[in-house]
């Protein structure tokens, strides 16, 4: 729990389908600015995929406390995820154990579903300005102890250099 979640705002790319094996392989992050106008890099999730590794789950709609609908590892036992500069594909197994996960492949072999989100803990970060951002307004820019004071009435957004995939998700929308 506690994760933060990432929409892409570009147009989702169709996963690829093999109902036989029941498994399909999605895009699940690009370095695309998101709806909240974040950034996560892709490779940031490298120095800590040995995390994810270790359960690799697939959800549905981030529903980590609910049963998984399957795992992103290959029969073989290896990680079924894929890091580039562009993107992350990675494969969920569906395991057809529960009726949800039987129903959300069935939804995503009709093409109904087919949108991921990744779940992750950030690591490091740097903040997107606002391209109209006001630094001529009156208000202090540092708190009496030096820290930069942030007011939300603005608009700002971060780049998330270094994160940990805790888990990635089927998503409606």
Not at 89 to 101: A, C, D, I, K
Not at 113 to 128: N, Q
Request: aromatic fraction near 10%; charged fraction near 30%.
């Amino acid at each position: 729990e506690g994760s933060i979640l990432a929409f892409d705002a570009d147009p989702p790319t169709k996963p690829a389908i093999d109902e036989k094996a029941m498994k399909a392989t999605f895009v699940i992050n690009t370095p695309s600015v998101d709806r909240y106008g974040d950034v996560v890099l892709p490779r940031g999730c490298e120095p800590h995929l040995a995390n994810y590794r270790k359960n690799p789950r697939v959800f549905f709609s981030h529903q980590s406390r609910d049963l998984p609908l399957g795992s992103a590892r290959h029969p073989d036992g290896s990680l079924a995820l894929e890091v580039t500069e562009d993107k992350i594909l990675s494969t969920v197994y569906f395991h057809g154990e529960t009726s949800e996960s039987r129903a959300i492949f069935a939804l995503v072999a009709r093409r109904e579903l087919e949108t991921a989100s990744i779940g992750f803990l950030p690591v490091k970060a740097s903040r997107i300005e606002s391209p109209d951002e006001d630094d001529d307004d009156d208000r202090p820019k540092k708190t009496a102890d030096g820290e930069r004071l942030i007011y939300f009435d603005g608009w700002f957004a971060l780049r998330f250099l270094e994160w940990d995939l805790t888990e990635w998700s089927i998503v409606p929308v």
